[in-house]
DNA sequence: GAGGAACTTGCCCAGAGTGCAAACTTGCAC
DNA sequence: GTGCAAGTTTGCACTCTGGGCAAGTTCCTC
């Protein structure tokens, strides 16, 4: 249901096959909501998906694998921002800006639901992982293009790969804090929290996380509560 | 907890666990050196640790979990190093210190061969994944009861959160271009390759990456101490 | 050295993941 | 349409994982 201007055509094939994994992972969240994690197994979900056994296998590798492209969309989405920042833009700045956009209720949803559900299994937590190791390694590769795009600048892969790892880790940081202050509320004083709690993290990350407290966003994020 | 002046009471059967414990291990290191990550299956492990199959199953839920003793290892390393640093320390100056004691021939080698074995296996890389965030955890601990000792300071979980994770990304930021420039070189001159790639990583993020991409930053380590 | 706690092991079973080959679907050309 | 090639689904068979259970063994304590 996705119509793009580009649409690269759709046949029917692609179609079917875009139907089956979209199948497949609804009905891995359905049964996750119903039974909890860890409590229903690959057959439950190729048969409530409506296809055998066998084929769940050959669209992915695993349960955590289907319910893993919850969090890589989110992920994804987050990456398409940074990419769409300007290649003059310091590379936090973009990183803040694109962060900014997971504060919202449609795309943070999903997320924020798998998280409540994901919680206690440790598999579950283990995908998840990957799954920001994954987009970590996809900053990396966007930062590279951009830098490739500005003459007379040299690559410095460690910078690259500790400026996103960190990015990463600030993104995650307040997911977590988020998440344990206030659950999967949705509600816009929760989504303003997030952002805050965004801004602070990746604030902390520029200032070079020079002072143990910095009251001056802290206390607003607790006006906010 | 390990070195206590109480004697801690290596018992037979403490010592008959840590012996077949280190078997398990020792075992599974041998078969990845010689197969390869995924030509062996737990019975191979078993038979050569000279245990049964269940036996292993009650030390290890699986044969990733075996291997990641050695990568615990590591960061447990580090994470003591940590622990060590004086309380009144900035958090940022005790974790380069503690990152400092990993480019130690002993501590690093292990390290160094799993990664190469590792490499192009996923679900090893994973479980790599899992005990860096696991450290991380164990960061944030630790800090959190560093805070408590000193009088008067609030716990911010979201610096601290964020804080940990940055270092982590550091520290696996310098490990992965070393690997990738020095291979599993131990000699002297790699290992103050290493030495100088944790220390300038470290400075990356204490400055706030505000400096754009500049290799070898000897100024930040004159800074720091 | 008797008794109990801790540990090992074999047995069994449900489930994961994969190779294979037979069926079926779609795309394409005639 | 007909037909064929390429792509997909499915059942089947098989190996491996992970863990419950109960009988056997080793270690500790009294």
New binding site residues.
Partial sequence: MTDEPAAPAP???EQ??AA?RQAITDAALNLLRGKGPGNF???DIAAAAG?????F??YF???EAALASVTNGFLDHALRQFRLRPAEEPILESARAALMELADPMTVAPMAELFTLTQQNSSLVRSELEAWDHCTEQIIMAAKERVAKTPGAAIDELYLRALAGSVISCGKAAMDVWFAQCGADLAPASLSVLRQLLIDAIGHLGAGFDSPARPSSHTLLKDRL
């Fill in positions: 046949s029917r094939r079917n096959k089956t197994t690959v057959e296809i055998s056994r066998r084929t296998f050959n590798s695993s349960t």
